[in-house]
């Protein structure tokens, strides 16, 4: 399974229709200070459902609609496009490729995107649930990031690394169970 492209439209510094494409194995990106890189990751945990703006450097979820610049007028959405591989079957879909969007106008209003059918959040969270992938999988680990896990005291190191390993996913089923049984214990 792997990331095969992204399609930005209006996506921060990208406000003219944008397609990167990758194959297996190592991909690196370069460019000067400034020229967008780190938005494309921001651009990959954006359209994988992250809710948090200060997550993607922004204040408001709008801040990643090209606000315009160099003789460009602002646009009036952002649209990402994540294009994953799944010829192997890990992720919960009987397609080859899953293909996940996300767009935000101007007004605040969304959608998200599974192979083309507009869906909830709660259906991409499902789709990537045994990929490893998506929110707080640390799929992507941004630059201030990695200092952050290497100064990290081990025990939030601990909860990271599992979380990485697909633990999460476990410890909140059993957050949920307990919840359960202490209404049922009240009841
Ligand atoms: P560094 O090397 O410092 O990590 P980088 O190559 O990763 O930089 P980014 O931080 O991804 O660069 O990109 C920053 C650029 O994106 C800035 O020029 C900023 O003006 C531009 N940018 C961010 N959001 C928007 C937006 N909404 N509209 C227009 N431009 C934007």
């Given at each position: 399974m792997y990331l095969k492209a992204i399609n930005l439209k209006g996506f921060k510094s990208f406000p003219d229709r944008t397609r990167l494409t990758?194959?297996?194995g190592?991909?690196?990106i370069v460019g000067p200070?400034?020229?967008?890189?780190?938005?494309?990751?921001?651009?990959v945990l954006w359209a994988l459902g992250e809710q948090s703006p200060t997550a993607i450097r922004g204040q408001q979820m709008r801040d990643v609609i090209f606000a315009g610049g160099n003789g460009q007028s602002p646009r009036r959405f952002a649209e990402v496009e994540v294009?994953?591989?799944?010829?192997?079957?890990?992720?919960?879909?009987?397609?080859?490729e899953?293909?996940?969007?996300?767009?935000?106008?101007?007004?605040g209003d969304g959608e998200y995107r599974l192979n083309g059918a507009r869906c909830r959040l709660v259906d991409i969270v499902e789709a990537l649930s045994d990929t490893n992938m998506g929110r707080e999988m640390h799929s992507v680990i941004s630059q201030g990031r990695v200092?952050?896990?290497?100064?990290?005291?081990?025990?939030?190191?601990r909860m990271l690394i599992e979380e990485a390993a697909?633990?999460?996913?476990?410890r909140k089923r059993r957050h949920r169970a307990q919840l359960k049984l202490e209404r049922t214990r009240q009841n």
């Open positions: 990758f194959s297996p190592v991909s690196v200070n400034g020229s967008g890189k780190s938005n494309i990751t921001d651009a294009v994953i591989d799944n010829s192997e079957g890990r992720a919960a879909s009987e397609f080859s899953i293909s996940i969007s996300r767009r935000i106008e101007r007004n200092e952050a896990i290497v100064n990290s005291k081990p025990r939030e190191r697909g633990l999460g996913k476990h």
